[in-house]
């Protein structure tokens, strides 16, 4: 199922949708489809289209967007919420749990995100969720290369895909630590799985929540999960 087949039929389009996966995947597919959508160049300069990235949504962003959500189309062509999260409080999401129901007619919210697992399940069942692999296979950042790795060749992985690349922030950190979680689950048989590889998921579930924590250490977390996982 493509990514036009889903999202981008005018005339079908939900109201609400949750992208998970790699961030500028979904950025780089919603840019494309709006313009021609909305029949414009520069997305930034129309009034009918809202886009932020937060690291931390909070009650206070819920608030903001319910009242721009209130107001009507400039265009009349419906307005567009593009929100990339991180990480977003409890509080924050039950704010938002009727407007993500019952939006004003012709109003659609995008939200992307690394893993559903940040949002509430009440928050989940009003939103369409589509999933999109984090890092194609063979990628530098391929779960299942670092797998492979012994443990100097992983430190040294770390070093230099993330601890000296100042390019690289929290969310593509995560992003790695999801996809480690994807591709060893993958391999492992769920129905025999040892107590190693339940360990293994266990730990790769907790950093995911260690992470999201902005004063979290990323070396740390990172070089135990180099230490743990099994090749």
């Known amino acids: 199922m493509s990514i036009n087949e889903v999202l981008f039929q005018k005339d079908k389009l939900h109201h609400a949708y949750l ?7 979904w950025a780089d597919s919603l840019k494309t489809e709006l313009k021609k959508i909305l029949k414009v160049e520069n997305l930034s300069a129309c009034p009918d289209v809202w886009w932020l990235a937060y690291d931390s949504f909070g009650v206070k962003d819920s608030h903001n967007l319910i009242e721009k959500e209130a107001r009507k189309s400039f265009a009349g062509q419906g307005r567009f919420f593009i929100l990339e999260i991180s990480s977003i409080t409890p509080e924050a999401q039950n704010a938002l749990l009727k407007t993500l129901e ?6 659609h919210f995008f939200i992307i995100a690394r893993t559903a697992d940040i949002f509430l399940p009440t ?14 296979e063979g ?3 391929d779960g299942a290369k670092f797998l492979k790795l012994d443990l100097p060749d992983r430190l040294d992985f770390i070093q230099k895909e ?9 969310s593509e950190i995560i992003d790695f630590v999801i996809d480690l979680e994807k ?13 190693d590889e339940e360990i293994s998921l266990f730990e ?21 999960l180099a230490l743990i996982l099994p090749n």
Not at 19 to 25: A, E, W
Not at 102 to 107: A, W, Y
Not at 123 to 136: G, K, Y
Not at 183 to 195: D, E, H
């Open 19 to 25: 992208l998970v996966g790699d961030r500028s995947y």
């Open 204 to 224: 790769l579930e907790k950093c995911q929540h260690y992470l999201q924590n902005p004063r979290s250490s990323n070396r740390l977390i990172l070089e135990h």
């Open 183 to 195: 591709t060893l689950r993958s391999k492992v048989n769920m129905g025999k799985i040892t107590k």
């Open 123 to 136: 928050v989940r069942s009003r939103m369409l969720i589509i999933t999109q692999n984090f890092f194609p």
């Open 102 to 107: 019952e939006p004003m007619s012709d109003t």
């Open 162 to 170: 993330f601890l000296k690349n100042k390019d690289i922030g929290k």
């Open 139 to 141: 990628s530098p950042r």
